[in-house]
């Protein structure tokens, strides 16, 4: 079945300096759908980025990420930390096996924390 | 205000008993959804129903059960109820649940803690 890595549970980061969290995947399909999502402390997750093109930068609100399909990766970056930065972030698949049910597939979750 | 609306926002259930979690949705949408996050397994899908049709179930246990008594609606019920169920459950939804890039819109959240 589909799988979502994302390498760090924990990331804690100095405000002004750049953040990069890693995501890959696995998925028998070739043309999969990735997206970020966060969720703030007693807040339920919210959309952050998706994107399905290969290749080309996806951004919205200061993050970006780009899909390269190549190294099943999402990464997800911003150049300056700040300090609502600080949440718990979702990589997130989808792909054509789950065309009919609506179904994600999330990793672990990283949490961002950015010091002063 | 929000536009799905899950109640009650925190509970706590004895081992065995049963519980119905409500959802609501104000946004239109056509497909709802359940997930799970605990400590163990943040966010796992778990039931997805389109126009009121189950259309995938990713729980091996009979004891979850969805209910869709209206297409904006979508409870959970969980019957003999285990310490292992504690867990966050999010409502979710999207606009027709059949397309790879829709959006998913997460509800506030119940808390259930089984003692």
């Known amino acids: 079945g589909d799988s979502v890595t994302q390498t760090e549970g924990l990331v804690t980061l100095t405000e002004g300096l750049p953040v990069m969290l890693n995501c890959t995947y696995q998925t028998i399909y070739s043309n999969p759908f990735l997206f970020w999502y966060v969720q703030h402390l007693n807040e339920s997750p919210r959309l952050l980025l998706k994107?399905?093109?290969?290749?080309k930068r996806t951004e919205h609100q200061g993050f970006h990420a780009t899909l390269h399909k190549s190294s099943s990766s999402f990464h997800l970056q911003k150049s300056s930390a700040q300090l609502s930065d600080s949440a718990l972030y979702y990589c997130a698949l989808s792909d054509r096996g789950n065309t009919n049910t609506g179904k994600l597939t999330f990793g672990d979750g990283t949490v961002l924390t950015v010091k002063p | 205000d929000p536009k799905i609306i899950q109640k009650p926002k925190y509970l706590v259930a004895v081992t065995g008993s049963e519980k119905i979690l409500i959802c609501e949705q104000y946004l239109g949408h056509n497909a709802m959804y359940w997930y799970r996050q605990s400590a163990k397994k943040p966010l796992e899908f778990m039931f997805s129903y389109s126009y009121q049709k189950l259309m995938d179930n990713q729980t091996a246990s009979s004891r979850f059960q969805p209910q869709s008594s209206k297409k904006n609606h979508l409870d959970l019920q969980i019957t003999a109820l285990k310490p292992d169920d504690s867990a966050t459950y999010f409502c979710?939804?999207?606009?027709?649940?059949?397309?790879?890039?829709?959006?998913?819109?997460f509800g506030s959240g119940t808390r259930l803690t089984v003692l």
């Open positions: 979710a939804s999207s606009q027709d649940g059949g397309a790879l890039a829709e959006t998913l819109y």
């Open positions: 994107s399905f093109t290969d290749n």
